[in-house]
């Protein structure tokens, strides 16, 4: 059954985001934690909420192009050619901001990362809020970030304005971020539009950011992110399983429908009080690339 948000949210919502507020709200990726992008002070509130660190830059939610463009102070053409090709949709362009986008929001950077969601309750709220929103993931740092409202009520909800439930997010994993700012382009964060279709609709080259960054241009860049409470493991096909009480999550083989529910599936496993949790390492080909990203990081030990 969809889930939407009635008029009155929707309207309630808006105002709470001009007003200054903060608003947890699905995209079609994971639910994002979403406050007005222009007003640093509305900016600062989702670093205290998620205990996120002030050098993690957001992505900003744009309605449109005209609304993107607003933001930075160049767009070009590879810029148009992917926003045509991927907006809405989980794909996120960092390119030079423009001087209305406070410093905060962009982690003292001079550029912003932007994109088009488009989950139809993200676009409705930007376009009646009528201006842009920064919206990290609506968990605390860290941790699995939520695809359904319920888990942003379990985790954030006494510390938020309002959260519009949409149902459950469909792509289950956060955008894949394209690096336009600097040359050659480089991808920032893997998701699950792929480095090839980045370049086949771009015509460009673009790399992988592999080594950790001395300045962190994009969320998810963390080596820890995305992790569970309880110890959780990548196992390899076969192989031996940690010792005590634990549980192999069983998890679709197809990618897109895979990585609707790692997330969900951890949050749910999280609860079970097990010893550990693990899930089976998926193939290491292009279109795994993202789901890999998010489960090294939930694995990694700091």
Not at 138 to 158: H, K, M, W, Y
Not at 222 to 230: C, N
Not at 247 to 260: C, Y
Request: overall charge negative; hydrophobic content about 40%; charged content about 25%.
């Amino acid at each position: 059954m969809d889930v939407h948000p009635t008029e009155a949210e929707l309207a309630r919502a808006a105002e709470i985001i001009r007003a200054g507020g903060l608003v947890a709200f699905p995209t079609e990726t994971v639910y994002g934690l979403g406050a007005n992008a222009l007003n640093a002070t509305a900016v600062s509130r989702i670093f205290e909420v998620k205990g996120r660190p002030w050098a993690s830059p957001l992505i900003v939610h744009v309605s449109d192009e005209k609304m993107a463009r607003s933001i930075c102070t160049e767009w070009p053409s590879t810029a148009h050619r992917l926003a045509t090709k991927f907006w809405p949709g989980p794909l996120t362009l960092v390119l030079k901001k423009a001087d209305l986008i406070p410093d905060v929001v962009t982690a003292n950077l001079d550029s912003v990362g932007v994109r088009i969601p488009s989950h139809p309750v993200a676009l409705e709220l930007i376009k009646r809020a009528g201006l842009p929103i920064a919206a990290p993931s609506a968990n605390r740092f860290t941790e699995i970030s939520p695809t359904t409202a319920q888990r942003v009520r379990e985790t954030l909800g006494d510390r938020l304005d309002m959260i519009l439930d949409g149902g459950p997010t469909t792509v289950g994993i956060e955008s894949t971020v394209v690096n336009l700012h600097r040359y050659p382009p480089s991808i920032l964060r893997p998701g699950m539009i792929t480095k090839e279709q980045v370049e086949e609709a771009g015509a460009i080259r673009v790399e992988f950011e592999t080594n950790i960054p001395r300045i962190v241009e994009s969320p998810g860049q963390h080596p820890r992110h995305y992790a569970p409470r309880t110890p959780f493991f990548l196992l390899e096909p076969g192989g031996a399983v940690p010792e005590g009480r634990g549980e192999v999550l069983p998890m679709p083989a197809e990618p897109h429908e895979f990585a609707a529910v790692p997330y969900e599936q951890l949050h749910k496993a999280d609860e079970s009080n097990w010893d550990w949790i693990g899930i089976v390492r998926p193939p290491e080909t292009p279109e795994w690339t993202g789901v890999l990203d998010r489960l090294q990081r939930a694995s990694t030990r700091e």
